[in-house]
């Protein structure tokens, strides 16, 4: 784990809110995270950074992944991703982000499906 690194900016959330079962629901997973390459110098010491980056990115739907995401040094800081599911109960959805260090953050959201 990274000594210092504080992990906690992160969101889960469907771009709408009305879901009726079987409907396909967009989601944002989103993040912040330093992202370095291995390629930048520290502007105080003058020495290379070592990579820090997210490694991974998880969806699960009631504890059942779902669907993955693997990164490499080239993602932003400012980590956006969206993704299709389709729904046909009501549940929780988690993202579960982890770094090259093995820092991990996990954000959830509850949905409700209308019949």
């Given amino acids: 784990m990274s000594m210092g690194f504080k992990w906690k900016r992160g969101v889960i959330k469907p ?9 396909v629901v967009i989601f944002t997973a989103a993040t912040y995270h330093p992202m370095d390459s291995g390629f930048q110098k520290d502007k105080t010491t003058n020495k290379i950074k070592p990579k820090f980056f997210v490694k991974e990115l998880k969806i699960f739907f009631e504890d059942i992944l779902v669907c993955s995401f693997d990164f ?4 932003s800081p400012k980590l956006v991703v969206k993704f299709p599911l389709r729904v046909f109960k009501s549940g929780r959805i988690k993202a579960l982000w982890e770094d090259n260090l093995g820092n991990i953050l996990s954000k959830s959201v509850k949905i409700s499906v209308q019949n």
Avoid: H, N, P, Q
């Fill in 72 to 75: 490499e040094v080239s993602a």
């Fill in 15 to 23: 771009l709408k809110k009305e879901i009726k079962k079987g409907d």
